[in-house]
């Protein structure tokens, strides 16, 4: 059966964008619903996103009836109090960070920008670089450990991820405030949120995606693998959010620039996921719970947000939308 997977964009604070924000900053109690549901809004990804937007009850029912209570592209009625968030502070290339925040929890994944950039983007969306409960390092490529070491160092918050990627990275002959090892599939507390590691290939030392859980709600982020494994289906299965890579159009790779050596590496099974893979999983892999999809990590050579992002024809068109996550 064709999952149902549906766009729910918190169009707010969209940082750089100089589009004024409709959600509340963190901190900020809870008022009556301020935030609209709109369509893909496709290069667009700064703005908070929550996992829902309907009241605790309807989350059981059918993802029609909670299309039609939200009123897709109107203003959502009800809010039920967020348990978590997230914000995309940079991807692809030049840069992963995606901040996180489960009730006063404040988590990074990845530190693949300078430490003065992560610092400026934190502080745009209103959270204290200090305040960070553990920076999670997927793996140790730059564009997602680049600015690991330095940021942990001057602003005192400890990393974590594989032992694999704490060799690879070479945190022990760096300063930094500490390095937490997560265990392939382990579950850790960082103050509201639990953290669960999901392994993941990719041709770097030990990757993993991560699950992000709070009272319930749960994130799935992926970013660099080279296929949808089992172990990542399973984990994503009952997320109520998912961000993953779609980082390349075929076409577009094969008639690129790049080297056919790298084309090799992006193509294979430790590579990068292509636009097809994701739909395929978007499609079959994810559960009733998914309302909200993110499509990260775009290559800006061999993609574009119109190839990765909703489409009318896609197999999983029919099933909802999704969104890209701009660099
Ligand atoms: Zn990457
Ligand atoms: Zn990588």
Excluded at 267 to 294: P, Q
């Amino acid at each position: 059966m064709r999952n149902r997977v549906e766009l729910v964009v918190a169009a707010c604070l969209l940082a750089g964008s100089g589009v004024a924000g409709a959600d509340r900053l963190p901190g900020e109690p809870a008022g009556p619903a301020r935030h609209s549901l709109s369509p893909s809004r496709s290069g667009s990804s700064t703005g908070w996103r929550m996992t829902a937007c309907c009241t605790p009850a309807s989350r059981a029912s059918s993802g029609e009836s909670r299309r039609a209570r939200s009123g897709r592209g109107g203003e959502c009625s009800r809010l039920w109090a967020v348990s978590l968030r997230f914000r995309v502070l940079g991807s692809g290339s030049s840069g992963n960070a995606t901040l996180v925040e489960g009730h006063g929890t404040f988590l990074l994944i990845d530190a693949g920008l300078g430490p003065r950039s992560l610092a400026e983007r934190l502080l745009s969306a209103g959270v204290d670089p200090a305040s960070l409960a553990a920076v999670l390092v997927s793996h140790e490529h730059g564009d997602h450990a680049r600015g690991a070491a330095a940021f942990s160092a001057k602003w005192g918050v400890r990393l974590c991820g594989s032992r694999g990627t704490y060799a690879a990275a070479g945190f022990g002959a760096v300063e930094i405030a500490g390095y937490d090892v997560l265990e392939a599939g382990e579950t850790r507390g960082f103050g509201s949120v639990r953290v669960t590691s999901v392994p993941v290939p990719h041709d770097a030392a030990a990757p993993f995606a991560f699950v992000i859980a709070s009272e319930g709600d749960r994130l799935g982020h992926a970013t660099d693998l080279g296929h949808v494994n089992r172990s990542l289906v399973q984990a994503f299965r009952g997320c109520d959010a998912v961000l993953i890579e779609s980082n390349y159009d075929p076409g577009l790779l094969r008639d690129g620039p790049y080297p056919w050596s790298l084309k090799e590496r992006i193509l294979g099974g430790e590579g990068h996921l292509s636009n097809g893979d994701v739909g395929r999983f978007l499609a079959n892999g994810l559960g009733e719970a998914c309302h909200t999809v993110v499509l990260a990590h775009l290559s800006q050579k061999n993609n574009h947000p119109e190839l990765a992002g909703w489409r009318p024809r896609s197999p999983w068109a029919g099933a909802g939308a999704a969104t890209c996550a701009s660099p």
